[in-house]
């Protein structure tokens, strides 16, 4: 919509280099909206909508024409209000280059680096890569050699550290980037499309597409610079947004509109607030207050520096930095400094950018938002100027803090840090220092994640003399964001410590207080984590000052201290030993890998369903969900405006047509409603689907819904599995599916030396996260036919629940899928009843309807994996050996079969992984009152080997063995795998694992790191770390797909298979396997055929029985599919190429194709692969050891190493199957370490996004990331020889769970030590780790009270 309109005081700006006007907007739009909505710019995603992700990032660019300066900075779209970008440029990844006109040397290396595999997330890490580029080439650092940018690796990282992916894992985003740096270690970069293993430097660098900073693109249009000169001004009264330019301005304005009561103004600075608080309601007026210079400006005065309320946090930190570097040497400017430290971990740089200090500020005062900007200018005495009307005052920051909610028309001005070496007679002449540190502990160190506690300390300390020992003469202590309305002083504290020697003693009481003082909230999580995160900031920041130093500083402050942090954070974890040369592929050239990527993905032109236009007419759906797990529904209602804006329809189970069936989903074990009918069985069941005339009205009218629910008369629902169990409420599993037991369980308890009876296990749920939302379209055709696009992993049972729904024949309905932005499972069943809804609506409304679902509805619908609680009793010898193994597993399936019942058999797959020497089982599926539970990447198969590795260590605690050689001995053997997987072990030569296993050994030097990890953690009191190394086995089938391969007339070829490309490069594999079995035909050109292979989207018509796409073999029986028709191509083909052959020399492939359609051959094949029982299942092996450091005071886990040396067969696609490795095991270190996906006890999910539930970042992947592909050789009945490599590599992040539980045994032990008990009388080494082990979880189990024991422990020793 490039309006070239007559208007004058129009919204105007430029969307890569194009003019926008528009004459009036809601003033609620956000950039987002309009760009997706009315732009063809569809690069910019929706992720989250709340600043959390990343997938919308955007470059602003605003021109300064009195400096004749553009400013550039990454801003998230889904929080910028369209008002607030009038006159500014916007840049997307559209913008840096596509496929028309060229694409952008980041495109390029993030393609050739194989860092996009569903692309969704890759046009917002581009942009976010671009700005940090865009800004680094503007300093005046030295210049670069040529190729690379000003940029450093460390801004590199720090660019994209706030954007989310869920595939890749992020290595090889990582390196992507960073070859830009100036600073890059070329050799340093891992696998890529570029240069091979032993290239020289120089011909790797010249490898990688050139980046001509010179030729940089402009990022601020010249019409636009002009129109700035003359006058930018917004129709106020038209757009109801308001641009004060003066804190007069603004007052009348507040005082006209106080006049017009009942008004409803919000005061709009950089509008991110709204990504936490998700306001629902259009207001009345808006005011735009960043353009009143008080407010918007930074002063420095030898008192302080007194930053305007609309500076964002971005240009508050560069301040506070400037500050220092002018004072460099004085101790109080240090405060400054670590202002701005810590500042750099509030949120991300894209939230930052816009993010206004006073914003930040205004919310903790006025909703108690856990801010970290209040408790560290709390902690330096920060003052506030406020407005209120003609009144203006400046207060402290305390005062302000703690006061009544502002009022919506009082403003904050400025807020001043003072200078405290101009307040402080601080020097070494007068024996005085300043000490200031501030902290924090949250689940992502770089940020992008709400602390569980900050706190900040302010002390001027001097020496007493002769004794050099360290008085206190004053201090400010604050602490926030632990669960109190706002950010506090702690003032008996610092009463008490005013003019004390600091001593151990006086360290302990001090601590008694903290205790006293940072009190959370009822219905704060981890209360007593909290406190105890308090004490440990506090006697972190005083106790290396004690007389003891030498003991209590051993590394103690390393880490700590935030500053510290960051500088600790280069992410190096980049060694990935994957050799070209060695790697036997179908085609392994450098050419032809990136020839096959998908340049689009970066540029943000891969078109995902919810970027395919809107059809005229178009309607837009939500779900209401049920709140209450049992309960009759007695209606749907509105309120408070019965009709919300834009309402069409609500479609309940009653608008199901005469015909059809009220079904949702279905798989081979039953079906699940579409809606609930009468009565709701579960706290996330569908009730309604409204519809209304665009998205944003359809998620604000669920909103606004009331359910009417009775529980009269019902029997309380089941909410636990043991309820289940009691009430006999399960789910029957076919006698087929079902594992069977090995040996005699009684004869091998018989046999064990040891035994540990009925010990337990909980595991959680996880979510998928996939960055796309569930999303589907459904336009009604001609003759009652219904077309669904649909992002799902299985199309055609979406198309069979669709008919049966709707009463129609099978063939009135297609489903068409191109590809998913993720799934992980989380779009195999679950996509089907989203589909369904939309096709539903859009039969009875006979008009087009789609949704795309907001993440928190997403995350209430997904179920997810299924969590199981684990009885286990284990015999074993004193050397170790383990003789039998009994278990009693419950698992909760929620309220439908889904693919539940195949669990059973998935978890005992890959516990097997060890020889038990007896196994026996009972394993009950429960049917609860809980969202039905699916499959999730490595359904059961996850759980399954973490439990094998939960009774290895116990067996090793109670046997006080190192747990590794526990792990080794029960190892299989051959025989004892085959015995254990029924013969399905294949030849002896190709059970690999004994030797991964030792190969991995050496390879991470296992024996030498375990030396130094016991080193390290008898050397460091604080600190522990722990190393641990894992098997797995992991069972795989193959399943019956189709295929059909095409030629068309001028040679170009056309794939269709069953299998849909979720990001697990199933094309690519697809395209090397076509253009490998045609070029058997063996004439000119015929060797090169890959860029004529296009694989197109799937149709359930055109290509019927596609299955599911899921359990890691899709590629392989795709590529299988294939092949098959290949072969039937080229047997039409090989007559006539021999009959040409007789003629000509030379025959090219065109000329072939030519001839064959003129000569009636017939040039299109299907097939449908269908794997020999025999061969259909077979075996995966791997190893990982990982190293992990327990901050003890925190909690805090830091992955330091991972090796993995994973067993691919031949791989079809190294670098594809790398990706999908270090994918996988990033996404299990989620389930490991970080993800809860939390329910109220009604068992609705009470995670509603990017702020409470935490993915792995590029901050919490291992700091080294080391992954070996080994190719195992020949394997004669796998698809050329192949192995999965999907989801088995998501079991090695176990290994970092077992590593956490080593360090945090030693932990144990030390506490124990400082207690003086015997540790044979106390359980200390055996404990249950939880899943996830979150900070709270480890710090718990290395003691609440730590520090208070250290405390006690060194009193008494004195
Ligand atoms: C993803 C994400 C992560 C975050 N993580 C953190 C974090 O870890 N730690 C942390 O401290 N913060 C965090 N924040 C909060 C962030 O710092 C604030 O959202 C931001 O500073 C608010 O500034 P803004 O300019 O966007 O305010 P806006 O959203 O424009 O305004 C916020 C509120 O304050 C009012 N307001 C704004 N300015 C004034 C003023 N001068 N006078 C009176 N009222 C005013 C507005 O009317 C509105 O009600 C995070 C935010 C996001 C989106
Ligand atoms: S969609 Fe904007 S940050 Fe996630
Ligand atoms: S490639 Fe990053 S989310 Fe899929």
């Not at 990447?937 to 290895?952: C, K, L, T, W």
């Not at 596609?1106 to 191509?1129: D, H, K, M, P, Q």
Request: glycine share 8%; aromatic share 8%; with cysteine.
């Amino acid at each position: 919509m490039a309006v070239q309109s007559e208007t004058r005081n129009g919204l105007v700006f430029a969307v890569n280099g194009e003019r926008f006007e528009l004459s009036s907007v809601d003033p609620s739009t956000t950039v987002l909206e309009f760009l997706r909505s009315q732009t063809r710019f569809k690069s910019v995603k929706l992720g989250c909508g709340e600043g959390g992700c990343g997938a919308c990032v955007v470059l602003l660019s605003m021109y300064d024409p009195v400096l004749d300066q553009v400013e550039d900075f990454t801003a998230s779209s889904c929080l910028t209000l369209l008002c607030s970008v009038n006159g500014c440029s916007i840049t997307t990844s559209e913008g840096l280059g596509n496929s028309k006109d060229g694409f952008h040397p980041i495109h390029q290396r993030f393609t050739g680096f194989h860092a996009s595999q569903c692309g969704f997330c890759t046009p917002g890490m581009c942009v976010s890569l671009f700005g940090a580029l865009v800004n680094a080439e503007k300093t005046n650092r030295l210049e670069p050699s040529p190729g690379f940018s000003k940029l450093t690796v460390s801004e590199a990282e720090k660019a994209i550290s706030g954007n989310l992916c869920r595939c890749t894992g992020y290595r090889s985003i990582a390196d992507a980037c960073k070859s830009f740096a100036a600073d890059a270690d070329i050799e340093d970069l891992g696998l890529n499309s570029f240069w091979r293993n032993g290239d020289s430097k120089e011909v790797k660098i010249n490898r990688l597409p050139f980046y001509n900073r010179n030729k940089e693109i402009s990022t601020f249009p010249e019409f636009l610079k002009k129109e700035i000169r003359s006058s930018m001004l917004l129709d106020s009264k038209r757009f109801i947004w308001y641009n004060p330019v003066s804190v007069k301005d603004l007052q009348s304005l507040l005082e006209s509109i106080e006049a017009d009561n009942g008004s409803l103004i919000k005061l709009v600075s950089g509008n991110t607030g709204m990504g936490y608080y998700k306001e629902l309601y259009r207001y009345d007026r808006y005011i735009d207050i960043r353009h009143i210079p008080e407010l918007s400006s930074i002063r420095k005065e030898p008192t302080g520096i007194e930053i305007g309320a609309t500076v964002t946090i971005s240009k508050a930190i560069e301040a506070l930095k400037k500050e220092n570097k002018c004072e460099v040497h004085s101790k109080g400017e240090m405060v400054f400094e670590k202002i701005a430290n810590h500042m750099e971990k509030i949120a991300s740089g894209f939230v930052r950018n816009t993010a206004s200090v006073g914003g930040n500020l205004v919310m903790a005062q006025r909703r108690h938002f856990p801010s970290d900007i209040a408790t560290v200018l709390l902690a330096v005495g920060s003052m506030v100027d406020l407005m209120n009307g003609p009144r203006r005052e400046k207060i402290m920051l305390e005062e302000f803090l703690e006061r009544p909610p502002l009022d919506s028309k009082t403003v904050l001005l400025s807020v001043k840090i003072p200078n405290w070496e101009s307040i402080k007679n601080i020097s070494c002449e007068t024996n005085t220092m300043l000490l200031f540190e501030t902290y924090r502990a949250a689940p992502r160190p770089l940020g992008n994640a709400l602390p569980y506690l900050n706190a900040a300390f302010l002390a001027e300390l001097s020496r007493c003399k002769p004794s050099d020992e360290i008085i206190i003469n004053n201090c400010q202590l604050a602490f926030g964001a632990y669960g109190a309305k706002h950010a506090i002083r702690a003032k008996k504290l610092e009463e008490f410590l005013a003019g004390k020697i600091l001593s151990v003693g006086v360290l302990y009481e001090a601590i008694k207080l903290v205790r006293a003082t940072v009190i959370p909230e009822d219905g704060t999580s981890s209360p007593a984590y909290r406190s105890s995160l308090a004490i440990g900031f506090l006697f972190d920041f005083f106790s290396p000052l004690i007389d003891n130093r030498g003991e209590i500083s051993n590394g103690l402050l390393d880490g700590y201290m935030s500053n510290i942090l960051v500088k600790d954070s280069k992410i190096n974890h980049n060694y990935v030993q994957l050799d070209h040369n060695k790697t036997q592929t179908l085609l392994s050239s450098a050419k032809q890998v990136l020839g096959l990527s998908t340049e689009y993905h970066p540029v943000g032109e891969a078109i995902y369903v919810d970027d395919i236009p809107s059809p005229a007419n178009c309607l837009y759906g939500s779900f209401i969900c049920s709140t209450e797990p049992l309960a009759r529904v007695r209606g749907v209602k509105f309120q408070p405006k019965p009709y919300p804006d834009g309402l069409a329809a609500v479609i309940t189970y009653k608008d199901i047509p005469t015909g059809g069936e009220n079904i949702g989903s279905k798989t081979i074990f039953g079906t699940e409603p579409l809606f609930a009918g009468e009565l709701t069985e579960c706290a996330g069941q569908r009730l309604a689907f409204v519809v209304a005339d665009t998205q944003k009205h359809a998620d604000m009218a669920i909103k606004f819904a009331v359910v009417d629910y009775d529980m009269e008369n019902l029997e309380p629902p089941i909410l636990s599995v043991e309820e289940a169990v009691e009430r006999s409420s399960l789910f029957e599993v076919p006698s087929f599916i079902y594992p069977k037991q090995v040996g005699d369980i009684l004869e091998g308890m018989a046999e064990a030396d040891l035994k540990i009876v009925s010990a337990e296990i909980k595991l959680g749920s996880q979510y998928y996260f996939y960055m796309e939302t569930q999303t589907a379209l459904a336009v009604p055709d001609e003759d009652n036919c219904m077309v669904v696009y649909s992002s799902s992993q299985v199309p055609e049972w979406t198309h069979i629940v669709i008919a049966r729904c709707l009463g129609i024949p099978h063939h009135n309905v297609r489903v068409i899928t191109r590809r998913v932005g993720g799934g992980f499972g989380g779009k195999s069943v679950k996509a089907m009843p989203v589909a369904t809804a939309c096709a539903l609506a859009a039969h009875k409304l006979r008009r087009p309807v789609r949704i795309y679902l907001d993440r928190k509805t997403d995350m209430i619908m997904a179920g997810g994996r299924h969590p199981m609680k684990i009885t286990y009793s284990v015999g074993f010898k004193s050397n170790g050996k383990i003789t039998a193994l009994q278990l009693d597993i419950l698992i909760d399936a929620g309220l439908s079969a889904d693919i539940s019942p195949v669990m059973p058999h998935n978890v005992l797959g890959a516990l097997k992984k060890y020889d038990w020497g007896a196994l026996s089982f009972d394993i009950k599926v429960c049917k609860t009152n809980h969202t039905s539970k699916s499959a999730m990447r490595a359904p059961g198969e996850v759980q399954g080997s973490f439990i094998a590795e939960a009774v290895i260590e116990h067996v090793a605690s109670v046997l006080s063995m190192e747990v590794d050689s526990v792990r080794s001995i029960n190892l299989h053997t051959y025989n004892s795998l085959n015995l254990f997987y029924e013969g399905g072990a294949d030849e002896p030569f190709e059970y690999t694992l004994p030797s991964i296993w030792d190969s991995l050994a050496t390879s991470s030097s296992l024996c030498l790191r375990t030396e130094m990890v016991k080193e390290f953690n008898s050397d460091n009191k604080w600190r522990k770390r722990g190393i641990s190394r894992i098997p797995i086995v992991h069972e795989v089938m193959l399943r019956p797909t189709p295929g059909k391969v095409s030629i068309l007339n001028d040679g170009s070829i056309v794939v269709e298979v069953g299998g849909i490309e979720l990001g697990q490069g199933l094309w690519t594999k697809v395209k090397q396997m076509a253009a490998f079995a045609l070029s058997s035909i063996k004439c000119d050109g015929a060797g090169d055929l890959l860029d004529k292979v296009r694989v197109i989207q799937s149709d359930t018509l055109s290509l019927i029985q596609g299955g599911f796409t899921a359990g890691s073999t899709t590629s392989e029986s795709s590529c299988e599919a294939v092949r098959l028709c290949c072969n039937i191509l080229v047997e039409r083909l090989r007559p006539l190429r021999e009959r040409l052959q007789e003629q000509m020399d030379s025959i090219q492939w065109e000329m072939l194709i030519d001839q064959a359609h003129l000569q009636v051959v017939n040039l299109s094949a299907s097939s449908y692969f269908v794997p020999d029982l025999t061969s259909m299942r077979y075996l995966n092996y791997g190893a990982a050891v990982s190293e992990v450091e327990v901050n003890l005071l925190t909690g805090e886990t830091t992955i330091l190493q991972t090796d993995i040396i994973y067993d691919c067969g031949m791989s079809l696609n190294p670098a594809v199957d790398l990706g999908q490795i270090e994918g996988a095991f990033v996404q299990g270190i989620g389930f490991f370490m970080l993800e809860e996906y939390l329910t109220n006890s009604n068992g609705l999910v009470v995670v509603e996004g990017t702020w409470t539930y935490k993915i792995p970042t590029l901050d919490t992947i291992p700091k080294q990331f080391n992954v070996q592909v080994l190719n195992s050789g020949h394997h004669q009945k796998r698809v050329l020889s192949s192995k999965a490599s999907g989801e088995p590599p998501l079991l090695l992040a176990a290994s970092v769970h077992c590593a956490t539980r080593a360090a945090i045994k030693e932990a144990r032990k030390q506490l124990l030590s400082w207690s003086s008990q015997d540790e044979s009388t106390t359980n200390s080494t055996t404990f249950q780790l939880e899943v996830p082990a979150t900070m709270p979880v480890v710090k718990e189990l290395c003691g609440l009270e730590s520090v208070e024991r250290y405390l006690e422990w060194s009193m008494g020793t004195k």
